[in-house]
């Protein structure tokens, strides 16, 4: 799943100069979709799983 491709299709691009907090701002938008019935449990399930992932390989990379 490309996280990035799925806030774009809903208008939404994330891009804040540092990595994690580009994750924390998507899980946030994520989580928002989800709580307003815009994307399935299944999407936000995915996401999550994507951007917790994603930080903690940045974080160990550092």
Do not use: W
């Amino acid at each position: 799943m490309d996280v990035k491709d799925l806030l774009r299709h809903f208008g939404m691009i994330i891009y804040t100069g540092d990595p994690v907090g580009d994750y924390e701002m998507m899980e946030d938008e994520i989580r928002e979709l989800y709580l307003e019935k815009i994307i399935n449990l299944e999407q936000f399930q995915g996401a999550m799983t994507v951007l917790k992932k994603a930080k903690s390989a940045y974080r160990k990379e550092k």
